[in-house]
């Protein structure tokens, strides 16, 4: 019987034609279902949390997230707007809301000092992460600190403490800026520097100039400049 007979067959077998693509598409679900790796049903539940401070142009801002990134970008007006993402997983939809649930944060002021905190609450162990994404002053004085994740600072130019269990620490400085530098971990920078003095500085650097302290205990801290 040739395929013009098929098509006149009555019955089932006259939709032959339906047999080859649904033929691929169960090939095609097999490879991807049991050969291409991924990170399996995992649900992913989020809540944002916005605060906007006013801010000095040479305040402080000290972050403490016990795991999850940190992100930071200075800009020219005198106010703080401070974002955390908090992210629940799980395996089911309960499961995931339970655990944003265990995920706390708080954000207060006190004089020129803006601190904010991350923690879980005792309970189940979870996979859940809050991140902390800022934008601060050009002149503020940076104190951060996360359990694992990286930390990610961009055009500030105030003083900068930043420590981070497992995770690289990115700064990107204008070109010109000077600094002292004390590193613990891999180095990887842009800038010269002046490996002659303790803690090592930019080639020319003054006494006053602002003092980075980055400890990337198994990661990398990198330094790059920005071009005008």
Do not use: C
């Amino acid at each position: 019987m040739n395929l013009a007979d098929l098509d006149l067959a009555p019955g089932y077998r006259r939709f032959w034609w339906v047999l080859p693509p649904a033929g691929m598409a169960i090939v095609l679900f097999t490879v991807l279902r049991f050969f291409v790796p991924g990170d399996g049903d995992t649900l992913v539940v989020t809540e944002r949390i916005n605060q906007t401070f006013p801010m000095r142009t040479t305040g402080t801002v000290r972050v403490e997230n016990f795991t999850g990134d940190i992100s930071i970008m200075g800009q020219r007006d005198t106010t703080v707007l401070a974002t955390i993402v908090r992210e629940g997983r799980g395996d089911t939809e309960r499961e995931a809301y339970d655990d944003l649930t265990r995920l706390e944060s708080r954000m207060e002021r006190q004089g020129d000092t803006i601190t904010i905190r991350t923690w879980r609450e005792p309970g189940p162990a979870g996979l859940g992460r809050p991140t902390v994404q800022l934008t601060v002053p050009y002149g503020t004085r940076l104190e951060l600190v996360t359990g694992q994740g990286n930390i990610v600072v961009n055009w500030v130019r105030g003083p900068i403490a930043a420590t981070t269990s497992s995770g690289d620490i990115t700064l990107t400085l204008a070109a010109g800026q000077h600094f002292l530098l004390d590193v613990s971990g891999k180095l990887n920078s842009e800038f010269e520097l002046d490996s002659t003095m303790a803690p090592v500085r930019t080639v020319g650097a003054p006494a006053d100039a602002p003092h980075l302290d980055l400890n990337a205990m198994r990661g990398t801290a990198r330094l790059h400049k920005r071009t005008p």
